[in-house]
């Protein structure tokens, strides 16, 4: 019973409430992503599918504390109008950019690629120009569906990008740009220098009372090309088939059991997130969106209700931080009741948080296990080229060989006691095929024997029926030299400095001219007023900071250090104090 509405307890209203006559209620015997999807749609017409946060009428630039959710039948109907919308554009095996923040239509043009076997490339709204053009080029993008802020980008950078014919625009096309192009009235599409730019509505609308036909992938098709980071300066594109999707789809659909609901923060560009909001509609689930404004993120976890969560270390190790300056605000003695509000950030619903997408230190997660004890917390671990390698420490032994591989020039080696340590190298059945169009990378990174060298250095602990237990320790490209010789893995000592409570952001460096590494510290700011406060400072110079300020810090992280048995070059010789955060802007 509520004790505010004195209402009888009741489900959250995106889960199907569970009861005992549950039953079958239809099987999908075809394996390809097309009819899986369709499958979907028809079987969860009813059900929520994919939520955005409602706007203020007053103030669109504000929004309220809801969210409104569209069906899997609206969506399914957005997702087949445009399909065939694009195959009047497109061919079967043209290449789709993808390119926004995250919201339903991001989800509706991939499935759209997927129902008329049109490969879709997803690129990143903060990648520089030069590298847009580079991805451009390098798959022969024809067309590209965009959010409204992204469009002048691409009309500026067309020029250079030949195959480029379509511009298709989430939002409605702003009159400056549609008064220096040519109207066609027909579909309200806006041409000129061999460029058209829609309406990704009008679109839809257009494409509502015509004929469906739907083109079926083959298993080894690629149906995306997902970029990442390359080491020659370009990004690579890793190509994808459905293998990718194909373990986890439901060959069964089960009505009145409780559905998943994600909440999807992380750009759609990455391969985890994408994964998981598409698994989840092919399982009934429903994704709620974010704004993208990270100081509503918590407020907006709340909002969406998830039943599962997943962060990399950078969100707990910035709730831990808070946690700790809060503490030492109210005292030591209040920990446990300051534990059981910093519980509340993740909802009660939410049965499991995953912790992955890079190292974690043992301080942060012992933190999160005591914090949010409602949910089970996990470690995942995978890489774009071979999807999730481990999940809770759980090999998946089934879908995945593996071996190790020494790197003596870091020190480690498969001899090493107590436990064997190496690059991991992996074969799995939802692999990738090559890089695109870059032969040099794809040799580099695949074995003459097809496993893929991960770049990443393990310990391996054991084996427990037939399973690995495998912890990532180190990045083996990720290294620099120092003057006696020794290797500095940075990643990892600022994995560990992180702890310090002074920290908000760190990054380590050096060169083979010092003797000891180097660190630029992002101070956190709360904590930094009450040092000032406590030592009587009149506030912390963020251009010169005061000596004493610079000191502690040092003195923290040689505590730290002292604690994790770092070596005395591991251990920051000299500090920049820089109160300007990192971001991708800023380089």
Not at 3 to 10: E, F, M
Not at 215 to 227: F, G, L, S
Not at 311 to 333: D, R
Not at 417 to 425: F, H
């Amino acid at each position: 019973m509520c004790k505010a509405t004195k209402q009888p307890a009741h489900c959250h209203y995106l889960v199907r409430k569970v009861t005992l006559d549950y039953g079958i209620e239809k099987i999908c015997t075809k394996m390809d992503l097309a009819s899986q999807i369709l499958t979907a749609i028809e079987f969860n017409w009813d059900q929520p599918c994919l939520g955005t946060r409602d706007r203020c009428k007053m103030d669109l630039n504000s929004y309220e504390n809801s969210y409104s959710w569209q069906t899997f039948k609206t969506v399914g109907d957005r997702i087949k109008n445009f399909s065939y919308g694009l195959s009047s554009l497109l061919q079967p095996r043209d290449y789709l950019g993808i390119c926004a923040v995250n919201r339903p239509e991001w989800i509706i043009a991939d499935f759209a690629c997927i129902l008329q076997n049109i490969i879709s490339v997803p690129i990143s709204s903060r990648l520089r120009d030069h590298d847009i053009i580079f991805v451009i080029n390098n798959t022969r993008i024809s067309a590209i569906v965009c959010d409204q802020e992204m469009l002048s980008k691409f009309i500026q950078i067309h020029s250079e990008c030949s195959t480029l014919r379509h511009l298709i625009c989430m939002d409605p096309i702003s009159e400056t740009i549609s008064d220096k192009y040519s109207l066609y009235e027909n579909m309200n599409i806006i041409e000129k220098d061999g460029l058209s730019i829609h309406y990704m509505s009008n679109i839809e609308k257009h494409s509502s009372t015509k004929k469906r036909e739907y083109i079926i992938n083959e298993p080894n098709d690629c149906i995306t090309v997902v970029y990442t980071s390359g080491s020659l300066g370009f990004p690579k594109g890793a190509v994808l088939s459905e293998k990718v999707f194909k373990p986890q789809y439901p060959t069964e659909y089960v009505s009145k059991l409780e559905k998943s609901v994600k909440f999807c923060y992380r750009p759609l560009v990455w391969i985890t997130d994408r994964k998981a909001t598409i698994l989840g509609f092919l399982k009934g689930g429903s994704t709620g969106f974010s704004t993208g404004n990270v100081a509503q993120l918590t407020e907006e976890l709340a909002l969406v209700e998830p039943t599962s969560f997943s962060a990399q270390p950078t969100f707990w190790n910035k709730i831990y931080l808070e946690f700790n300056t809060m503490l030492l605000l109210s005292g030591m003695n209040n920990e446990e009741c300051l534990l059981e509000q910093f519980s509340k950030i993740i909802p009660l619903r939410c049965r499991v948080i995953s912790v992955g997408g890079a190292m974690v230190s043992s301080t942060i997660l012992k933190f999160i296990q005591r914090c949010f004890r409602h949910c089970k917390i996990v470690e995942s671990y995978g890489t774009t080229e071979c999807g999730r390698i481990t999940f809770d420490y759980d090999f998946l032994r089934t879908m995945i060989d593996y071996r190790l591989e020494s790197v003596t020039e870091m020190g480690y080696t498969l001899n090493d006691k107590p436990y064997p340590r190496g690059e991991l190298l992996v074969k799995t059945t939802q692999m990738f095929s090559g890089y695109i169009n870059n032969p040099e990378e794809t040799k580099e990174a695949l074995t003459e024997d097809g496993f893929f060298r991960t770049g990443d250095i393990v310990e391996l602990r054991g084996v427990t029926k037939q399973k690995p237990d495998i912890h990532v320790i180190d990045r083996k490209k990720n290294f620099f030299k120092l003057s006696q010789g020794q290797f500095i893995s940075p990643e990892s000592l600022e994995c560990i400095y992180l702890q310090s409570l002074f920290i908000e952001q760190i990054y380590i460096y050096g060169n083979g001219l010092e003797n000891s590494v180097k660190a630029v510290v992002v101070p956190n700011k709360q904590y930094a007023q009450i040092f000032a406060t406590k030592h009587n400072l009149d506030s912390i110079d963020p251009i010169n900071s005061q000596k004493l300020f610079y000191d502690a810090i040092l003195e923290d992280l040689q505590t730290i250090a002292a604690q994790q048995s770092l070596q005395k070059h591991e251990i920051p010789s000299k500090l920049i104090i820089d109160f300007q955060p990192f971001t991708s802007e800023n380089g």
